[in-house]
């Protein structure tokens, strides 16, 4: 989607004043980019109206950048289809507050139990997971794998009926300190009456303050569907719009909101449990206008980056003492961020950079590790000792080649150099990134 929008806005950049029928040609291909990407038609064609009415007008027509003007337009609608600002879940004060995960079959109730559990417990609180997916014995085991990893309890009673589980659960997280409850329910493939009365006895059980919506935002179209009938018959308070990160249309995130009026509270983007992020329809606006996700990436960065080693490879970078260590650190704290192609994606124009590159990079990165690993400690302290005899080994030693070695080390040099230009700037530019990324 955003590589048609970005050809209709150059068309519009390059003309110096806009005219009715360059805003009208631009909105024809606007129109084509949002069906394109699945966007439902009504919702479509209500958005380039809006975006017409506001454009074809003195707004526009007295700027001085006409082209901006409208880039800013559509920008702004974008954003408010999707519901103009950022919410969470509302935790009460009185305790606890319960959430109920609901959607079809793998849509990711689970993961996102589980994700959403650790996003909580990483401010505080104390969340615990429910495992009412009685219906098939590896959904218990599953919620328990991924409620480990998020470092939330799991409170499961077999095959109990789901009602009952909720009951329980809500009565054992009272009397164990557990502020969040999480229900993670079970799915069918399709919407079914059953299911729908399932999630219904749930809510009559516990006193439920979100119903989530799990919606696979590579569903597409029929994701507006969905949503529909679960608002209608079970009631919907948010939606966690999943798999955003396979999703290069974005057509779900742009209708879901517009037809159902519910906001889209957390996205997924990735099958790790630190792939979630609170959705904020101004970025992903300007994601799809191609402009990249800058602001996300800096804070995940910000989140992730082990702050005080970053400030130690700052000063050491200073004091130029910055060595192999350094920079396999700075992989390490890569990695942890969801590695290059997490990165790459989130940059501007990323969504062009295709899968292979972004595979490539992956294991560039591997590659690059083997190698810093395969150095002797006093090798990684002072890379200059290495020496083309000592190449050979290190490559032997990494299973790659003497030039893949030359390659790293050049890389270090060229870091170095930057590094010392880095010095005259004022200083937080550089952290704010990541480190030296
Ligand atoms: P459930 O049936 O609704 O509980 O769905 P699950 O949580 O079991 O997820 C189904 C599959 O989707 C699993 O293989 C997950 O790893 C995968 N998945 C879930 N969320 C995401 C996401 O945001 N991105 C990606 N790439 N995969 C996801
Ligand atoms: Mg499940």
Known sequence: LSEKLSAAFKRLRSKGKLTEPDIKAAMREVRMALLEADVNYKVAKEFIARVTERSVGAEVMESLTPAQQVIKIVSEELTALMGSESRGIHINSKPPTVVMMCGLQG??????????????????????????????????????????????????????????????????????????????????????????????????????????????????????????????????????????????????????????????????????????????????????????????????????????????????????????????????QMKKMGGAAAMMSMLPGGAKVSESDLEGSDKMFKRMEAIIQSMTPAERAKPALIDPKRKRRIAAGSGTRVEDVNRILRQYEQMNKLMKQMKKRPKGGRRRLGGMF
């Open 107 to 332: 849509s990711g109730k689970t993961t996102h139990s589980a994700k959403i559990a650790r996003y909580f417990i990483k401010q505080g609180h104390r969340p615990l997971l429910v495992a009412c997916d009685i219906y098939r014995p590896a959904a218990i085991d599953q919620l328990k794998v991924v409620g480990e990893k998020a470092g939330a309890p799991v409170f499961e009673l077999g095959t109990e009926q789901p009602e009952v589980i909720a009951r329980r659960a809500y009565a054992h997280a009272r009397d164990h300190g557990n502020d969040l409850v999480i229900l993670d329910t079970a799915g069918r493939l399709h919407v079914d009456e059953e299911l729908m009365a399932e999630l219904g006895r749930i809510k009559e059980a516990v006193p439920v303050d979100e119903t989530l919506l799990v919606i696979d935002a590579m569903v597409g179209q029929d994701a507006v569907n969905v949503a529909a009938s679960f608002n209608e018959k079970v009631g919907v308070d948010g939606v966690v719009l999943t798999k955003l990160d396979g999703d290069t249309r974005g057509g779900a995130a742009l209708s879901v909101r517009a037809v159902t009026g519910k906001p889209i509270k957390f996205a997924g983007v990735g099958e790790k449990l630190d792939d979630l992020e609170v959705f904020h329809p101004d970025r992903m606006a300007s994601r799809i206008l191609g402009m990249g996700d800058v602001m996300t990436l800096i804070e995940k960065a910000q989140e992730t980056q082990d702050e005080k080693k970053a400030q130690e490879a700052a000063k050491r970078l200073l004091e130029n003492k910055f060595d192999m260590n350094d920079l396999l650190d700075q992989i390490a």
